[in-house]
């Protein structure tokens, strides 16, 4: 038994237009894009739904093929040749399972990098024009990580000194002295293949810094402390912060787990 021709590329489009709007309307695909290409990306999976029926359709409605024919094997015995069963699978997996985005885990693996590849520290006296910060009624101005080292590494942290700041990220194993962790999160400019590891020092000058384990998120209230250039990497300036006492509170993963 022969499937018609054309009934296994319209299911498997059909499929991805499914998996795509599973995706989206679950916001799951906050880990693959920023989540601003949401609609754009539940447009693209109705006009695959749409156009995967439509073929689908055609084929459920063609002829039969004759009997002079059945020895044209092109789509297979089936109609579905071992290339489109592999298409399956990926589809499956991403509906089934998704991904949990880049995290502490992935940032584990590649190891922390210091200040994000473009930028730079600035040097006395030459600093970017950056607004006053804003504090909220508890005293605290709340920034990105990545506006954190912006400011951190712009004229040695002018604008954050005498401030305390609240910032969200994972942190990750402790590195280097005792007391002290990192803070880091992943910036995106469109989508998660161009993701960079953006991320700060911490110490906690009163208590020992919180045992994290993989993935966990915090927001931490914390003053710039200083810049830190590495001896064994000078050109990669670590921006520093010291938590304030209980400074340093668990959170729920964030629903968009990038910055951008």
Known sequence: ???????????LTALAGVVLGKLVLSGAHTAYV????????LASAALLAAAGLWTTARALSARPPTPDHDHDHENGRLGITPVSLLLVVPLLLAYLVGHPGLNAATADTEGI?????????????????????????????????????????????????????RVQGF???????????????????????????????????????????????????????SVD?????????????TVVPGGDLKIPDPADPYET
Not at 4 to 10: D, E, F, Q, S, T
Not at 189 to 205: E, G, N, R, T
Not at 229 to 241: E, G, Y
């Open 1 to 11: 038994m022969r499937l018609p021709r054309g009934l296994a590329a319209g299911l």
């Open 34 to 41: 920023r989540p601003s290409m949401g609609p754009y990306l």
């Open 113 to 165: 990098s210091a200040a994000p590849p473009q930028v730079q520290a600035q040097p006395q006296g030459r600093s970017t024009s950056y607004a006053p910060l804003q504090t909220g009624p508890d005293g605290t101005a709340r920034l990105s990580l990545l506006e954190t080292i912006q400011r951190g590494l712009s004229n040695d942290g002018e604008t954050l000194r005498g401030h305390r700041i």
């Open 171 to 225: 942190l990750t194993k402790p590195q280097g002295e005792p007391g002290t962790a990192t803070l880091s999160r992943y910036v995106i400019s469109c989508c998660a293949a161009d993701a960079f590891l953006a991320s700060v020092d911490l110490s906690w000058p009163q208590s020992p810094p919180p045992k994290p384990s993989t993935g966990q998120w915090y927001e931490v209230i914390a003053e710039f402390t």
């Open 229 to 241: 250039h590495s001896p064994a990497d000078p050109a990669q300036p670590r921006v520093h912060l």
